[in-house]
């Protein structure tokens, strides 16, 4: 059973760019959150899709946006690319109260 | 909003030794879910231990065990026979009763675990 998948593994973008990062929940799982880590802190609560909507939403800026699909899988997209955007994300998927589950993370580096 | 704290930012212990990482808390709810999750460098979190706060009972999972203390606020881990394969970060989180409710976490500390 394949837990959560999330590509790419890393990724270096310019100031200015937008980038998408995608994300397949564990199979069974309805809810998919994601999460920024910056280096050497705990992760931060982006945003969460249920039934392919925003459900739930952290202090993050509207350059931030996402979507789920019939599927669950789900994509985060980072419009206006700044240095500070520079993190770990971290996407996990959930079922009611069975706890999440988290992906290995995409690495992204902005220049 | 929930706040959780995680005051060390950096631990170390000798293999086969135990060691105890803190954590405080601090929210409004009465009832609540406390973790925590173990990240090693390959970058994916990894569920350590759960403690549900109307549970009085601590939890433990194998070498794994808190001390909860919900009147304190404090959540702590205590990880017996330490072995090599622990280190790593380790993050306390909370999250509310409410089903896929989001997780708080700490800032994270650093374990290494000495051979």
């Known amino acids: 059973d394949a837990g959560v998948t999330q590509s790419p593994t890393h990724l270096i973008k310019t100031r200015g760019q937008q980038v998408t990062l995608r994300c397949s929940p564990k199979?069974?799982?309805?809810?998919v959150s994601w999460y920024q880590q910056a280096l050497g802190q705990g992760p931060q609560f982006i945003f969460q899709y249920y039934e392919e909507e925003e459900r739930q939403r952290g202090n993050f800026p509207d350059r931030f946006s996402g979507h789920q699909f019939p599927n669950y899988s789900s994509e985060l997209n980072v419009n206006a690319l700044l240095l500070g955007d520079s993190a770990l994300y971290l996407c996990?998927?959930?079922?009611?109260?069975?706890?999440?589950?988290f992906g290995s993370g995409t690495r992204l580096t902005v220049v | 909003a929930q706040t959780v704290t995680q005051s060390q930012p950096e631990m170390s212990v000798q293999e086969a030794e135990t060691v105890t990482l803190s954590c405080t808390y601090d929210?409004?709810?009465?009832?609540?879910?406390l973790f925590w999750y173990k990240q090693p460098p390959s970058r994916q979190m990894i569920l350590v231990i759960r403690?549900?706060?109307?549970?009085?009972q601590n939890a433990t999972e194998n070498r794994f065990s808190v001390n909860f203390q919900k009147a304190a606020k404090s959540f702590s881990l205590k990880i017996s026979d330490s072995q090599l394969g622990d280190t790593a970060m380790y993050f306390c989180a909370f999250m509310g009763l409410r089903a896929n409710s989001k997780l708080t976490f700490g800032k994270g500390i650093t374990l290494s675990v000495r051979p």
């Open positions: 929210t409004s709810e009465n009832n609540y879910y």
């Open positions: 199979s069974g799982h309805d809810t």
């Open positions: 403690q549900e706060a109307y549970k009085q």
């Open positions: 996990a998927s959930s079922l009611a109260f069975y706890g999440y589950t």
